[in-house]
């Protein structure tokens, strides 16, 4: 008998120089030295970027050597996966992050080698005053007036801004122009991609002094000229504990907030549970995992009578699969 447990795994720290310290300072996480501690990737399988057990019996195991060996234990009702569809992380926006675009499903399958599209939604965790962050492109602006900036080097007064607050949620499918802007600190669910083009990136140069690539032809192929602007999510209210940020065909995200202990309902799916505020256990038979804030948990779909049991007031985000 297959007997997964809650999952926690060790993060993967990126470096770019957009990133700072505030994964650290915002979220508890231990960095080493440096100012460019860009992103924490909590939970991927993709290529040669494994997430790896940090617990339990199958420590040090890679996420996608538990799709291939458990995958009927992990996924449930969505077995069949070739590889774990989602992809979580934690990013620091000390700078600008380059105004970018990602293909659909259709558009990443014609690459070599092949990828996924990237559909992707934000949380807003800290907020500097002043911080905007980019969604989408205003009305009015189709390819050739959007091209048309963008060789002017305006392409700034193309974008959407939006000055967001923490707990807003912004919802970026594929083919939405977007980026994130300094000041900020987000959660970040995707389909597990990393196929990203490049716009425009604030006239700005790298570590050796030249400017990172653009990739402005591949990007109009994929932009979505009728999305138009993007708005924060209205939340979904589900029940007294939980509410819907975002629903579509790659992932649901909802925010549960807690302060007493809680059953969590099974229903033959996978969950990556992310811990924004305080600390709690889960747990699920004779397994315990404890998370404090800035920590990630994939709940298998095996898992039965799992229940959460929070040290104080919680608030944590809840991705899976629809």
């Known amino acids: 008998m297959d007997t997964l447990y809650p999952l926690c795994f060790n993060p993967i720290f990126r470096r770019y120089l957009w990133g700072g310290r505030r994964l650290e300072t ?13 992103e924490s990737w909590e939970i991927v399988d993709h290529g040669e970027d494994q997430s790896v057990v940090a617990n339990g019996r199958l420590q040090g195991a890679t996420l996608h050597e538990l799709v291939c060996e458990h995958g009927r234990a992990l996924f449930g009702r969505h077995n069949l996966q070739q590889q774990f569809p989602l992809l979580f992380k934690f990013l620091d926006c000390n700078r600008n992050l380059s105004v970018q675009v990602h ?23 800290h907020a500097e005053p002043g911080a905007v962050l980019y969604a989408g492109l205003k009305r ?13 080097g305006t392409t700034e007064l193309c974008l959407n801004k939006i000055e967001p607050h ?11 122009v977007h980026a994130l802007g300094a000041g900020l600190v987000v959660a970040e669910i995707q389909q597990a991609s990393d196929t990203t083009y490049r716009i425009f ?29 993007v708005c ?28 007493a202990p809680t059953a969590f309902f099974a229903d033959d799916a996978f969950h990556i549970l992310a811990l924004l505020e305080g600390s709690m256990d889960i747990r699920s038979d ?23 049991e929070p040290h104080d007031n919680v608030v944590f985000l809840d991705m899976h699969l629809p």
Do not use: M
Request: glycine share 8%; net charge negative; aromatic share 8%.
């Open 286 to 308: 004779s397994s315990v995992s404890s998370l404090s804030r800035g920590q990630t948990a994939v709940i298998p779909a095996i898992c039965r009578g799992v229940q959460f």
């Open 166 to 176: 923490v707990g807003d949620c912004i919802f970026i499918p594929a083919g939405t």
């Open 201 to 229: 990136d604030w006239n700005r140069l790298d570590s050796d002094g030249k400017p990172r690539p653009l990739h402005i032809e591949a990007a109009l192929e994929v932009i979505d000229f009728d999305a138009g602007p």
């Open 232 to 259: 924060p999510q209205q939340p979904s209210r589900i029940d007294v504990c939980s509410e819907q940020l975002v629903a579509c065909d790659k992932f649901v995200l909802k925010r549960w907030k807690l302060s």
């Open 26 to 38: 915002v979220l508890g996480k231990t960095i080493g030295e440096g100012d460019d501690y860009a």
């Open 140 to 152: 009015g602006f189709d390819r050739q007036a959007f091209e048309r900036e963008i060789h002017r």
């Open 103 to 125: 293909p659909n499903d259709a558009q990443a399958k014609q690459l070599d080698p092949p990828d996924l599209g990237k559909t992707e939604a934000w949380v807003v965790l």
